[in-house]
């Protein structure tokens, strides 16, 4: 079993904060993997694990990848200011990560709220991105679609609009030992198994903090409240980087048919769909989830990327 202690943890400070963030590897090239709502750097512990020294024979991934896993703006043990919710500073603080820790470029990859932010970058940071992987996290233009005309999706989405009251949403997800945060992983999943009595006791301990589940939800209130503040204009919304998108087909949030079209927006696209798995496809599937991440990033090897 891994245990947060199986993985560096270091500090750095990037666009005004403390940023904490777990390493696995310490290779030249730079893989950011950024986690979504409600969880914090452990979402990726099954793929840090693949980077780690003598962890997978054969491929030398330490020795080739540098792999951090960031606790986002507001999350776990990063600073929690009052200020820098909206999108367009998210996705800047991952670029003063990829600078601060002496990249041009970076694999980046992201799931859920990780994954809007690493479409940003993408998108508004192109020349930053190397390669893009997506893990259950639409294409922007493809979600504000969705929510316009997609009743079903409307539907799911609900809580965008239940995160805007507040107080209530922190009271309610806080209440009875975070009982809510526990159903929302284990009740959703298709594998019971996913979350061990050690993940939920991580994810509670991190949104327990002064502040944390405050921070957590202003993500939904800033994105509602005053969208992308203009980061977009003038690109099309395109992503030049070959881009990977992981989709678990049983996720009760997103809808399967928010990836139609995505290739509209990132035209060196691959969809990888997994069948019988929630939300939480990277905890749940780990081992289908690291084959689609291994093979993509072999891809850039046999073109001669660096």
Same mark, same amino acid.
């Given at each position: 079993?891994?245990?947060?202690?199986?993985?560096?943890?270091?500090?750095? +400070?990037? %666009? !005004?904060?403390?940023?904490?963030?777990?390493?696995?590897?310490?290779?030249?090239?730079?893989?950011?993997?950024?986690?979504? &709502?409600?969880?914090?750097?452990?979402?990726?512990?099954?793929?840090?694990?693949?980077?780690?020294?003598? $962890? /997978?024979?054969?491929?030398?991934?330490?020795?080739? &990848?540098?792999?951090?896993?960031?606790?986002?703006?507001?999350?776990?043990?990063?600073?929690?200011?009052?200020?820098?919710?909206?999108?367009?500073?998210?996705?800047?603080?991952?670029?003063?990560?990829? +600078?601060?820790? !002496?990249?041009? $470029?970076?694999?980046?990859?992201?799931?859920?709220?990780?994954?809007?932010?690493?479409?940003?970058? /993408?998108?508004? +940071? /192109?020349?930053?991105?190397?390669?893009?992987?997506?893990?259950?996290?639409?294409?922007? /233009?493809?979600?504000?679609?969705?929510?316009?005309?997609?009743?079903?999706?409307?539907?799911?989405?609900?809580?965008?609009?239940?995160?805007?009251?507040?107080?209530?949403?922190?009271?309610?997800? $806080?209440?009875?030992?975070?009982?809510?945060?526990?159903?929302?992983?284990?009740?959703?999943?298709?594998?019971?198994?996913?979350?061990?009595?050690?993940?939920?006791?991580?994810?509670?301990?991190?949104?327990?903090?002064?502040?944390?589940?405050?921070?957590?939800? %202003?993500?939904?209130?800033?994105?509602?409240?005053?969208?992308?503040?203009?980061?977009?204009?003038?690109?099309? @919304?395109?992503?030049?980087?070959?881009?990977?998108?992981?989709?678990?087909?049983?996720?009760?949030?997103?809808?399967?048919?928010?990836?139609?079209?995505?290739?509209?927006?990132?035209?060196?696209?691959?969809?990888?769909?997994?069948?019988?798995?929630? +939300?939480?496809? @990277?905890?749940?599937?780990?081992?289908?989830?690291?084959?689609?991440?291994?093979?993509?990033?072999?891809?850039?090897?046999?073109?001669?990327?660096?």
């Amino acid at each position: 079993m891994l245990r947060p202690a199986d993985f560096e943890q270091r500090y750095v +400070h990037v %666009n !005004g904060i403390r940023m904490h963030y777990a390493q696995a590897g310490h290779g030249p090239r730079l893989l950011v993997l950024l986690h979504g &709502f409600p969880q914090c750097w452990w979402a990726w512990r099954q793929q840090l694990a693949l980077f780690q020294p003598g $962890r /997978a024979p054969g491929q030398d991934l330490a020795e080739r &990848f540098t792999v951090v896993a960031p606790d986002l703006r507001g999350y776990n043990e990063t600073d929690r200011p009052s200020w820098g919710y909206e999108l367009d500073v998210l996705a800047q603080d991952v670029v003063a990560l990829i +600078h601060e820790l !002496g990249h041009d $470029r970076a694999v980046v990859a992201g799931h859920d709220w990780g994954g809007g932010v690493a479409w940003a970058l /993408a998108i508004a +940071h /192109a020349h930053l991105v190397e390669r893009l992987i997506v893990l259950n996290s639409p294409h922007p /233009a493809l979600f504000a679609q969705a929510l316009g005309t997609n009743w079903r999706q409307m539907l799911r989405s609900w809580y965008f609009l239940f995160f805007q009251l507040p107080w209530l949403p922190e009271a309610l997800l $806080r209440a009875s030992d975070f009982a809510a945060l526990e159903r929302m992983f284990r009740g959703t999943t298709a594998d019971q198994a996913a979350f061990d009595d050690q993940d939920i006791l991580i994810y509670k301990r991190a949104l327990s903090q002064p502040g944390a589940l405050t921070a957590a939800i %202003n993500y939904y209130r800033a994105v509602v409240q005053q969208g992308a503040r203009g980061m977009y204009r003038g690109t099309g @919304m395109r992503v030049a980087a070959p881009t990977l998108l992981i989709w678990g087909e049983r996720d009760p949030a997103l809808g399967r048919e928010l990836v139609e079209g995505t290739e509209r927006f990132a035209p060196d696209l691959r969809v990888r769909f997994i069948p019988e798995c929630s +939300h939480w496809v @990277m905890e749940e599937r780990p081992d289908l989830v690291n084959r689609h991440v291994l093979e993509f990033l072999a891809e850039a090897s046999s073109q001669g990327q660096r």
